[in-house]
């Protein structure tokens, strides 16, 4: 079936590092790829989203990188502050996004020491 | 503009009972989807609606229902409840037609079941 997993359940890093998550998922039909950053006690809040035509998107201080052969999905946070501390949750969509179907990996807690 | 709310915000019942949760989506958002999150399973897609209909459905029984209503405002039910149906009940709402791919969620709705 459908999955998509995270390889680190945790991962800490000094505030002004860059941090990097990791996803792999499974379904070769996934057309659609999603972070989001969820902070305790809210829902989670997205991030950005890549297309699988496309191989990398840049943000505001976030990259996402997608590496189709392999079916592995990264999130590069640059100068990571104490505000990025959070869980963060890749997912993906077949639908193109255009459905709200989304399956969630099981998420990474990211720790930021200051 | 007002982000996705939900009502309640926390909620104890005992086994056996049945619940109501209710979803406002964003202004102009006709996409509702819900989600069941819990620490074992994590982020779990249970429904979406789009213009009073369901178009997607998770694995879950069919004590798990909902329904949307004209104006886009949505409700899930769970029937006869279970102490596993302990969990934070997310609802995201999506613009479609003419907008974005982006899933907002709420701040979801804290369910405990004793």
């Known amino acids: 079936g459908e999955s998509v997993g995270l390889h680190l359940p945790t991962l800490s890093v000094q505030e002004g590092d860059n941090s990097i998550i990791n996803c792999a998922y499974s379904n070769s039909a996934s057309d659609y790829f999603i972070w989001y950053k969820q902070e305790s006690g809210k829902g989670p809040q997205f991030i950005i989203d890549?297309?699988?035509?496309?191989d990398k998107r840049q943000g505001q201080r976030v990259t996402v990188l997608l590496n189709k052969t392999v079916k592995h999905l990264s999130l590069q946070i640059a100068a990571t502050q104490p505000g990025d501390s959070a869980v963060y949750f890749c997912a993906e969509n077949s639908g193109s996004g255009n459905t709200g179907k989304l399956i969630f990996g099981q998420g990474t807690t990211l720790q930021v020491k200051p | 503009k007002a982000g996705v709310t939900q009502t309640p915000r926390y909620l104890i019942k005992t086994r056996g009972q049945q619940v109501t949760l209710s979803c406002s989506p964003i202004s102009g958002h006709r996409s509702v989807s819900w989600y069941q999150q819990t620490p074992g399973q994590g982020l779990q897609f249970l429904f979406e609606?789009?213009?009073?209909?369901?178009?997607n459905k998770g694995n879950f029984p069919g004590r798990f229902s909902g329904r949307q209503f004209s104006n886009s405002r949505s409700e899930m039910n769970v029937s006869t409840l279970e102490l596993g149906d302990s969990a934070l009940y997310l609802c995201?709402?999506?613009?479609?037609?003419?907008?974005?791919?982006?899933?907002?969620f709420g701040p979801g709705t804290r369910l405990t079941v004793l």
């Open positions: 890549i297309r699988s035509n496309m």
């Open positions: 995201a709402s999506k613009r479609m037609a003419g907008g974005g791919n982006e899933q907002f």
């Open positions: 609606y789009f213009s009073e209909t369901q178009r």
